[in-house]
């Protein structure tokens, strides 16, 4: 493990950077979230199975997933005195979107590891997370249905039928509709079992997933959210699914679609 220390906007960052000592090439796998567990347990677990490099944020003990300081976060407007290292992501701060996208071993896909919590905030059952593979609206009238540009899971197993855990990559508004190549990378892996989401991206919101699909669209993205539980393994062992769905329906090469 090697630790990556700078400052920028305002903010001190400290990334924790693993890598496998055979040195396999694989994936960038990151973690931006400290008190997400769970994803980190995964991304330990899917570098020592596939390689590659991993990248952890820590935002230490005094604010966790928030990185305090006194400055400009990512896109978001005016001074900020907390930092979501996943908002961090922009032109703007560029010591931190360099210093981790610097990590990827060439070739190779960035695979994100996120937990979400239950729910979404309004969904009347008390949910109180907002990534989400159904419609709210339609939620909330009793109607299960995938939200604009979701694909539900065919036949998930008990497990990945929640629909807080699922995999999603992004495309431009722009462009009207995800690329032939990522449609067919979503149906796949929705037929494998895993509710998808073609994430629409008309303005960054200083996200990894925003920033490459504006900036790096040459980089492949995969994000995996499990939903959140008491038994970290649990959690864990849907982003393994995730995973092994993405890289073995959308692979191409050393090159996984986006």
Request: aromatic share 8%; glycine share 10%; with cysteine.
């Amino acid at each position: 493990m090697r630790e990556i220390r700078f400052t920028e906007n305002g903010f001190t960052w400290h990334l924790l950077r693993y890598k496998r000592t055979d040195e396999k090439a694989g994936p960038l796998w990151l973690v931006p979230h400290d008190d997400e567990n769970a994803a980190f347990d995964a991304m330990i677990a899917a570098l020592r199975e596939r390689g590659g490099v991993g990248i952890a944020v820590n935002s230490g003990p005094d604010s966790l997933r928030m990185q305090s300081g006194s400055g400009i976060c990512g896109v978001r407007f005016g001074v900020r005195s907390t930092c979501d290292p996943n908002r961090n992501f922009a032109p703007q701060t560029p010591k931190f979107t360099t210093a981790i996208l610097d990590q990827r071993p060439a070739g190779q896909p960035i695979i994100a590891l996120h937990t979400n919590s239950l729910g979404f905030t309004g969904d009347g059952h008390g949910g109180r997370g907002d990534i989400t593979i159904v419609d709210k609206a339609a939620y909330r009238q009793g109607v299960t249905s995938p939200r604009a540009d979701g694909l539900l899971a065919v036949s998930p197993t008990e497990s990945m039928a929640n629909f807080d855990t699922l995999g999603l990559t992004a495309y431009l508004a722009q462009d009207g509709r995800p690329s032939l190549a990522a449609q067919e990378c979503g149906r796949k892996i929705a037929n494998s079992g895993v509710h998808f989401w073609h994430e629409r991206v008309a303005k960054s919101d200083g996200s990894m997933s925003n920033y490459l699909i504006l900036h790096r669209p040459d980089i492949a993205y995969y994000n995996a959210e499990s939903r959140a539980e008491i038994d970290l393994g649990v959690a864990a062992a849907r982003h393994k699914i995730m995973i092994d769905a993405y890289l073995l329906n959308c692979a191409s090469g050393d090159k996984p679609a986006p």
